[in-house]
Structure formats: structure tokens, C-alpha cells
């Protein structure tokens, strides 16, 4: 027999399950925040390997236009040299070529050394204000993991006490009739217990037949709702018993079957007519 004392558990139970629920779903959500950050944080080191790759790359080719300068320099000194023990006009003009050629080697690998080199300087600014992002956001990365960890620590910890008030509250309570009924206020926002006035349930507004309203009446077991799953107790309305009792096409809930064959065979024998219409 479902008495007042077990209809009260279960509103408060039903409050207690809303909330632990809604904590549950909270500890679920936080990492999220985190997620994006992190997302960012990876975005800046991606940029940061690319901005070193081409700082490295261009770094190389410094190097080597260095070292082409320095042979292109010391072309031109020993053309130079050579200039003064020459003899003939052809030598002379064989090494007056080699020596300014080797000039202009020189000024072109000059010019592109120095190219190299503000375009070096401008990476090595870029790499600093990465590395800078990098430290900062991994630092407020770990800061909020931190303040993560606590928050859901302390949510758990409220968890684990409306488990045991929960624990509490269904000691006495069938344990099929709790499962369905925590996984009921997770579907419906909370609400796992409704009303039925006269013979309408107050959850899903459905009207039910009058012996299903009978037997929620007597309360001799718990009885869910065949509509919104919700567990129903009787309450009296304020119309009356009378008035309020809806006779509107209520009977049993099985004879909802036998109207939807009704339907099918009014359906084939509509259609028969129309065919023997046309012949």
C-alpha cells in the first residue's frame, strides 16, 4: 500500500536526485572551459614551431651568404694582388674581369645578408612574443586546472551527500520503482511525480480511463503514467469528484488498440467503396 509517508519520500527524493543530477551535468561542463584555452594554447605553439622553422631556414641561408661573401672577398684581394705582377694586357684584363665580377658578388651578397638579417631580427621578436603567449596562457592554463580540480572536488563532495540522504530516503522504497523514477526526473526537468485530478494526469494533461484513475486512487502499488512515464498520486480537485472526472473518450488503455484497428478497418472498407465506385 503506497501511504503519504512514501509519496512525501519521492518529492524529496526528487528534489534531492534534480540536484545531484544538475551537479553531475556542472562536473561535466567545467573541463569544457578548459578545452578552449588549451585550444588556444595550441594554436600559439603550432605558430611559434612554424615562425622558428622559418627562422631556422633563414638562418642557414645567412650562413651561407656569409660564406659566399667571404669567398667573393677573397676573389677580388687576389685578383688585386695579382694585378700588380701581370705582364701582358690580356692577363690584365682576364683578372681586371675576375676582380669585378668578384665586386659584384659582393654587393649582391651583401645586399641579401642584409635582407636576411632584418628578416631574422623581425623572427626573433615574433618568436619572443610567442614564447611570452606560450608562458602566460600554459600559466593560466594551470592556474584554472587548479581552480577546476577544487570546484569539482567540492561539487563531488555535495554529490556524495545527497547520496546519502538519498540512500536515506529509499531504504524502505522498491529499487526498480527508484531506478525508474531517478531516470524519469532526468527526462522530464525534474519532475518525476505528478497529480491526476479526477482522471487527467497533471504532468502530461492526458486524459486517463476512469478505472486507471480508480486504481491510483486505492494507492495500493505505485502507478507511472502510461503517457509521460511520470508516478501519479490521486488528489482530490476542487470541482469535485464529479464534475472534474473527464468521460470523454476514456475507457480502458487497452481498448486504445482497439480503436486504432477500428480505424483500419473503416480505412479498407472506405476503399473497397471507392474501387466498386469507379468499376
Request: proline share 1%; charged share 40%.
Amino acid at each position: 500500500m503506497v501511504t503519504e509517508n512514501d509519496l512525501d519520500k519521492l518529492r524529496s527524493l526528487q528534489d534531492i536526485i534534480y540536484e545531484k543530477i544538475g551537479l553531475e551535468k556542472s562536473i561535466q561542463e567545467i573541463p569544457k572551459l578548459l578545452g578552449t584555452q588549451e585550444e588556444l594554447l595550441n594554436r600559439l605553439k603550432k605558430t611559434f614551431i612554424e615562425i622558428n622553422a622559418e627562422y631556422e631556414k633563414i638562418k642557414a641561408e645567412e650562413i651561407d651568404y656569409k660564406n659566399r661573401l667571404f669567398e667573393a672577398e677573397s676573389t677580388r684581394e687576389k685578383a688585386e694582388k695579382n694585378i700588380a705582377n701581370i705582364s701582358t694586357q690580356r692577363e690584365y684584363e682576364a683578372l681586371d674581369k675576375e676582380r669585378k665580377d668578384a665586386i659584384e658578388r659582393e654587393q649582391l651578397y651583401r645586399k641579401e645578408l642584409q635582407q636576411k638579417e632584418r628578416s631574422i631580427s623581425e623572427l626573433d621578436k615574433k618568436i619572443k612574443q610567442q614564447t611570452s603567449l606560450i608562458e602566460s596562457q600554459e600559466k593560466d592554463i594551470e592556474d584554472r586546472r587548479k581552480k577546476i580540480e577544487n570546484e569539482i572536488n567540492d561539487k563531488q563532495k555535495q554529490i556524495d551527500g545527497l547520496k546519502k540522504k538519498e540512500n536515506k530516503l529509499t531504504e524502505n522504497l522498491d529499487t526498480e520503482v527508484v531506478f525508474k523514477f531517478e531516470r524519469i526526473i532526468k527526462n522530464k526537468m525534474g519532475v518525476g511525480i505528478v497529480a491526476i485530478k479526477g482522471n487527467v494526469c497533471m504532468g502530461c494533461h492526458m486524459i486517463l480511463p476512469v478505472q486507471f484513475a480508480n486504481e491510483v486512487r486505492i494507492g495500493e502499488d505505485f502507478i507511472f503514467c502510461p503517457y509521460c512515464s511520470r508516478i501519479l498520486f490521486y488528489e482530490e480537485s476542487a470541482e469535485g469528484e464529479e464534475d472534474f472526472f473527464n468521460t470523454e473518450d476514456t475507457g480502458a488503455l487497452s481498448d486504445l488498440d482497439e480503436e486504432e484497428e477500428e480505424y483500419e478497418d473503416d480505412d479498407e472498407e472506405e476503399e473497397i467503396i471507392n474501387i466498386d465506385s469507379e468499376e
